[in-house]
Structure formats: structure tokens, C-alpha cells
């Protein structure tokens, strides 16, 4: 059984990290288009780095949640058995590879890995961003930024996302507002091919209409109650 997860930030709300849109949502503090776009970070790169030491900071004190350890669970299971997990978060944090998902596909980036906007340079660094950072592979200094996708820029992994979607027995779609896309579209391509859709959150997403099952409630009780019934099901 080939199953295709996307997570977004309501798979970490209850390991402590904020997510966007909700009512105190990262958003609602925060100008996104300050903080998180090219144009954001050439105006003013000093209070873009700080926005993303705050959040640095915070993601070294917050923990995986019984919704990770479950979807590491079932990728386990599932290898077992000759099946497949697609895990793709929209979430830059790390908290699916610290509950022991074995392959994670961050189509938005990495929150702990530092890129430079010189010459692309990744590495990680769980420390805070700094305009002297003087960059190991090309020696400029200036160009710390975060590996993170800013509004406008490209997703990654689009073509191998795509691929993964196609080949799907089930897409299902957890803690995420389905604001954003590409993202937000993978639920609708996935009707399209014909793949069962399934959604789990707190409540109902911009495109809950689309999805054939529906489970609501916190992640932490809702998505491992999803896996016992799935591996049960194998
Ligand atoms: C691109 C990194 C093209 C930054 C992020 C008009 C229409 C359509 C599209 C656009 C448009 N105008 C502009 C666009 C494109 C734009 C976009 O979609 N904008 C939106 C706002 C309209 N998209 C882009 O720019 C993307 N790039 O399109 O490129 C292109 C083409 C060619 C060449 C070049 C480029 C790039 C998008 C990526 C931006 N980066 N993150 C950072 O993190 O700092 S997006 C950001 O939003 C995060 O990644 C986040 O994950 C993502 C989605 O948000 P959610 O994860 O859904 O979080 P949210 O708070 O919204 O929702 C939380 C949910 O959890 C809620 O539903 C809540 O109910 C639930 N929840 C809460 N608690 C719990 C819970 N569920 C369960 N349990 C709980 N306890």
C-alpha cells in the first residue's frame, strides 16, 4: 500500500510550535511579506535573521507529539509489509526526523540548516543566523539566510512530489489550513488521478469539500487512532 502524508503546522501546534493562521498565529504577529520573501530579506535581512533565531530557538526546546511518533510508526510498518510512506511536511522544523521518520521530504525547507544566498551553500546550523557568517564554501560573508522556501519562490522536490502523488493508493492531508500552494492543490491533482483523499485536523480546511474522509480533532489523539485502524486494515 503506497500512502502519500502531507503535514503542515498543526501536526507541531501541540509540540509547542505556532502555527500561521490561527488565532495567534505566526501571521497575525508578523508581516509575511517582511519576514518571509526575497524582497522581505534584501529590505531588511537583519530583522528577517531575527525572525528566524526566534524560531530557531524555540524548535531546540520543542519535542516530537504522539501525531509524529505515529506516522514513524506507520512508515516502519509499512516498509514491512513491501508498502510505502511519501512523507512531505510543509513544516521546516524537525520533528518528524526526531520521532524517527526515516525519510522526510521538506517541500518548504529546513529551519536548522543555513543557506547561502551567495553561492546556495547548504549546512546545517541549529545556531543563530548572522550577517559576519563568513560562508565555508565560497568565503563571502553576508549571505546567511535560512534553507527555508519564502512566498515566491519554488517549492523543492516538486517533480519527485508529483511522482509520488501518481503512484498514491491514498493521499491524506493532516494539520494543514490548505492556504498555501502548491501544497493546497496536491488534494484536488490527487482526485483527479483517481487516489482516495483523506483529511485529518482540528477542523475543516479551506478545501475539506474536496477530501472523501475526514477526521477531526487534535493530532495527537486523531492521528494515531488514523494508524492503528490503517495497520489494523493491512
Ligand atoms: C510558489 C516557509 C511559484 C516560510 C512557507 C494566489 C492564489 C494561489 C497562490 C498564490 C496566490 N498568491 C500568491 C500565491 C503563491 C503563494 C501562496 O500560495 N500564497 C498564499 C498565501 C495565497 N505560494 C508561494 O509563493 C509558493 N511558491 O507559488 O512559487 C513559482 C513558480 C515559478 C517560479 C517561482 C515560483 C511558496 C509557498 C511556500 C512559502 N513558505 N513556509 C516559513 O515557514 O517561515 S508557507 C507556510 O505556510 C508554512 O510552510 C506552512 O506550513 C504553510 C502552510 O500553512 P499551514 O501549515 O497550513 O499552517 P496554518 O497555520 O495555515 O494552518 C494550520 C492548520 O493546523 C489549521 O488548519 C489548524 O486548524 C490546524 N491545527 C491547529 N492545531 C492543530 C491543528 N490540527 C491538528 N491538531 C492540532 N493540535
Known amino acids: 500500500m503506497k500512502i502519500f502524508v502531507l503535514t503542515g503546522a498543526g501536526i507541531s501546534a501541540e509540540s509547542g510550535l505556532g502555527t500561521f493562521r490561527d488565532k495567534d498565529g505566526v501571521w497575525t504577529r508578523y508581516d509575511l511579506s517582511e519576514v518571509a520573501t526575497p524582497e522581505g530579506f534584501a529590505r531588511d535581512p537583519a530583522k528577517v535573521r531575527a525572525f528566524y533565531n526566534a524560531r530557531r530557538a524555540n524548535l531546540a526546546e520543542a519535542s516530537p507529539n504522539a501525531a509524529h511518533v ?95 502523488l501518481a503512484e498514491a493508493d491514498l493521499f491524506v492531508s493532516i494539520g494543514t489550513s490548505g492556504s498555501v500552494y502548491p501544497a493546497a492543490g496536491f488534494v484536488t491533482e490527487a482526485r483527479a488521478m483517481g487516489v482516495a483523499t483523506c483529511e485529518i485536523n482540528l477542523e475543516p480546511s479551506a478545501n475539506a469539500y474536496v477530501f472523501g474522509e475526514k477526521h477531526y480533532g487534535p493530532a495527537s489523539e486523531v492521528v494515531p487512532a488514523w494508524v492503528e485502524r490503517v495497520l489494523n486494515g493491512l
Open 70 to 164: 505515529a506516522l514513524a510508526r506507520l512508515e516502519a510498518a509499512l516498509a514491512a509489509r513491501g508498502g510505502d510512506l511519501w512523507l512531505c511536511t510543509q513544516n521546516v522544523d524537525d520533528l518528524h526526523e526526531k520521532a524517527g521518520s526515516r525519510r522526510v521530504v521538506h517541500m518548504h525547507g529546513e529551519l536548522a540548516v543555513t543557506r547561502c544566498a551567495h553561492c546556495q551553500a547548504l549546512r546545517p546550523d541549529p545556531g543563530p543566523l548572522t550577517a559576519e557568517a563568513v560562508c565555508e564554501a565560497c568565503g563571502r560573508d553576508g549571505g546567511a539566510r535560512p534553507h527555508v522556501v519564502w512566498f515566491g519562490e519554488m517549492p523543492l522536490h516538486m517533480d519527485a512530489i508529483e511522482d509520488a
